[in-house]
């Protein structure tokens, strides 16, 4: 009896935990390339694009969610949004790290 109860009571868990997950991951509709204009660029703008990332993370929200970068220091980055525009994702970017962004749906690059 004992062995069906914690059964019972891991798959609910399991349940409740894939419903959660799956809720707050359909909040973000589409994925985007966020490019920087001239970074590492002939060695000017010097950035580490895992910097760059951990800086635009801090400013993560219900609208935008910065996922990775590309190592390579002309500093390429995925995001998902939700409601945000490509140029506000580009000014938000632009505020943040002090270089030009340019941002595209992967939908338009593939």
């Known amino acids: 009896m004992k ?43 010097r950035l580490t694009p895992a910097g760059v990332l951990k800086c635009l993370r801090a400013r993560d929200s219900d609208q ?8 390579r220091p002309s500093g390429n980055f995925l ?13 938000l970017a632009e505020s943040i790290v002090g270089l030009g962004f340019v941002c595209r749906a992967i939908s338009l690059l593939a």
């Not at 894939?18 to 703008?45: I, K, P």
């Not at 910065?66 to 190592?71: A, D, E, K």
């Not at 409601?83 to 000014?91: L, Q, R, T």
Request: hydrophobic letters at 30%; one cysteine or more; proline letters at 0%.
């Open 3 to 45: 062995a069906e109860e914690d059964h019972l009571w891991r798959e609910a868990a399991k349940k409740h935990f894939s419903e959660a997950y799956n809720e707050r991951d359909s909040v973000y509709t589409e994925l985007c390339g966020l490019f920087t204009r001239n970074m590492g660029n002939y060695g000017m703008n």
């Open 64 to 71: 935008l969610r910065f996922l990775g970068c590309h190592w």
């Open 79 to 91: 995001v998902e949004r939700c409601g945000m525009s490509e140029e506000d994702i580009e000014h």
